[in-house]
């Protein structure tokens, strides 16, 4: 989306230089976009005005997760099902009753995740700190993060997936559909009583993917700009809408 109506700066008798002729900034006035809102869209258009000048980092997803995203907001703790559809696909999850259901920036670890293992070139994927995931996507380090991203492991670690397609072909019904789990095995060094993660010993934090979830990231990888997931990592709604589009983007 552009913005590129331009709004008359009123006299600046302060000797501070107005943005108000800037095609983003006028869009406050417009819409009555909060300065958090702005500061996303501004991101995301100056990384727009940069594609052509630069080489953009790359991270990338899964299908299943472009078409259907996980929950926006955390769910009862009552309520581990949770289903979404889209035209003729489907993803369902169940939650673990310990650890619920994945939520909100959760959805970025299986980004991150998958990430490593296309660079890495293994469905075993090995790095130093847990913390790492947060400076890929240039969030605080704090206290209150590093325990998001342990209940977030826990909670996609624990989570069972069906994905499937229900085609309807000449008057034929057509059932495609696959269960599957993100992830084998788990092992991420962090502080008992603190939620701040270790250094693991001989980089020893492994994340082993399912080999139906590696071989989903194989055969349909879908690249998204890494900086503008960064941007957008708090608006998990926003993000989900930037990855369809970038998917259905023309080549």
């Known amino acids: 989306m552009e913005f590129r109506t331009t709004i008359q700066p009123a006299p600046n008798t302060s000797g501070a230089v107005r943005r108000a002729d800037h095609p983003v900034s006028s869009a406050v006035s417009l819409f009555r976009m909060s300065k958090r809102r702005l500061r ?54 169940l ?9 909100g920036r959760d959805r970025l670890i299986p980004i991150w995740v998958a990430a490593l293992a296309i660079r890495q070139r293994s469905r075993i994927v090995r790095f130093h700190r847990a913390s790492e995931m947060l400076g890929f996507f240039h969030l605080f380090k704090d206290g209150n993060r590093y325990h998001r991203i342990m209940e977030g492991f826990q909670s996609i670690f ?25 992830f084998d095995r788990l092992q991420l060094w962090f502080h008992k009583n603190q939620a701040a993660p270790l250094s693991a010993p001989g ?49």
């Open 40 to 93: 996303q869209v501004e991101s995301v258009e100056l990384i727009r005005e940069q594609r052509e000048n630069r080489q953009q980092q790359l991270a990338f997803h899964a299908r299943p997760f472009v078409f259907c995203g996980v929950p926006l907001r955390r769910r009862p703790a009552d309520q581990l099902l949770y289903t979404r559809s889209n035209g003729k696909f489907f993803l369902q999850v």
């Open 95 to 103: 939650g673990h009753p310990q650890f619920g259901l994945p939520f």
């Open 158 to 182: 624990a989570a069972t997936i069906s994905f499937g397609c229900n085609d309807q072909p000449e008057g034929k019904l057509v059932l495609d559909w696959a269960r599957f789990h993100f």
């Open 203 to 251: 980089d020893e934090n492994v994340v082993v993917l399912s080999e139906p979830f590696y071989e989903e990231i194989k055969a349909h990888r879908i690249p998204v700009e890494r900086e503008v997931v960064a941007a957008l990592a708090n608006a998990p709604g926003v993000l989900d809408l930037y990855l369809w589009l970038f998917w259905k983007r023309p080549i």
